[in-house]
């Protein structure tokens, strides 16, 4: 079992950056493959970054790529999605998950854990 907690949304104007982190407690973190999903209101929730148990690979949606960067320091039991180039629809509530599978997947479903949720509004 692992709990994460996400921390580090806000209220930002468009262009501008944030850094999202989740640090997660319980099993070793470096166990699991990491991701970050969104849910903006009225819609569904959406992939946004995954990163890899060892960090070594990355995936992105394509609304994303190019403008926000995933990492993880393992030895903090932590991993961050800094967002640059914020947009206004980019506005949602942010979740970080937990894989038991080693790779960088974009399947939700195979995210076994989930944190509460940090919300990013992005004002025009």
């Known amino acids: 079992q692992v709990q994460l907690v996400e921390s580090g949304g806000g209220l930002v104007q468009a262009g501008g950056s944030l850094r999202l982190s989740c640090a997660a407690s319980g099993r070793p973190f470096s166990s699991y493959a990491m991701g970050w999903f969104r849910q903006a209101s009225g819609k569904e929730r959406e992939f946004v970054a995954a990163?890899?148990?060892?960090?070594?690979?990355?995936n992105y949606a394509d609304s994303v790529k190019g403008r926000f960067t995933i990492s993880r320091d393992n030895a903090k039991n932590t991993v961050y999605l800094r967002m640059n180039s914020l947009k206004p629809e980019d506005t949602a509530v942010y979740y970080c998950?937990?894989?038991?599978?080693?790779?960088?997947?974009?399947?939700?479903?195979?995210?076994?854990?989930w944190g509460q949720g940090t919300q990013v509004t992005v004002s025009s």
């Open positions: 998950a937990a894989s038991a599978l080693s790779i960088a997947t974009r399947n939700p479903g195979l995210y076994n854990h």
């Open positions: 990163i890899s148990r060892s960090g070594g690979v990355t």
